[in-house]
C-alpha cells in the first residue's frame, strides 16, 4: 500500500521559512517524479514544485520561483520543500504527489497517489 505521509506545516510570520517533508513508502521511490501542490479554501488545487527521479530537472510556479526549492533523497524515499521568504498568499494545505511516468509534470491528473496533506498557515 502506497503511503505518503507530509510534516512539517504549522503558523510562522511573513518573511519566516519552513521545510516541508514528505515520507513516501510502498513504492520504488526513486522511479517516481515527485510533486507539492497546495490548495487554499475555495480555489482549485494548484501545482508548487516537481523534481525529476534523478534530482537534475525541477519545475516551480511562477509565485514561489526563487523561495522554494525541492529537493529529494532517494536513499530516505522522502521529498522536501523548503519555503523561504513566506508571504500571506502561501497560506495553503500543501500536497505531496508521487508520478511513475517519466518525465516531470506540472499537471496534477499525471500525480498517481497523494498524501493527506499539511496546513501552511502565513500571519502577517
Known amino acids: 500500500q502506497v503511503q505518503l505521509v507530509e510534516s512539517g506545516g504549522g503558523l510562522v510570520q511573513v518573511g519566516d521559512s519552513l521545510r516541508l517533508s514528505c515520507a513516501a513508502s510502498g513504492l520504488t521511490f526513486s522511479r517516481y517524479v515527485m510533486g507539492w501542490f497546495r490548495r487554499t479554501p475555495g480555489k482549485e488545487r494548484e501545482f508548487v514544485a516537481a523534481i525529476a527521479r534523478s534530482s537534475l530537472t525541477t519545475f516551480y510556479a511562477d509565485s514561489v520561483k526563487d523561495r522554494f526549492t525541492i529537493s529529494r533523497d532517494n536513499a530516505k524515499n522522502t521529498v522536501y520543500l523548503q519555503m523561504n521568504a513566506l508571504k500571506p498568499e502561501d497560506t495553503a494545505v500543501y500536497y505531496c504527489?508521487?508520478?511513475?511516468?517519466?518525465?516531470?509534470?506540472?499537471?496534477?491528473?499525471?500525480?498517481?497517489?497523494w498524501g493527506q496533506g499539511t496546513q501552511v498557515t502565513v500571519s502577517s
Open positions: 504527489a508521487a508520478d511513475q511516468s517519466q518525465f516531470i509534470s506540472r499537471l496534477e491528473g499525471t500525480y498517481d497517489y
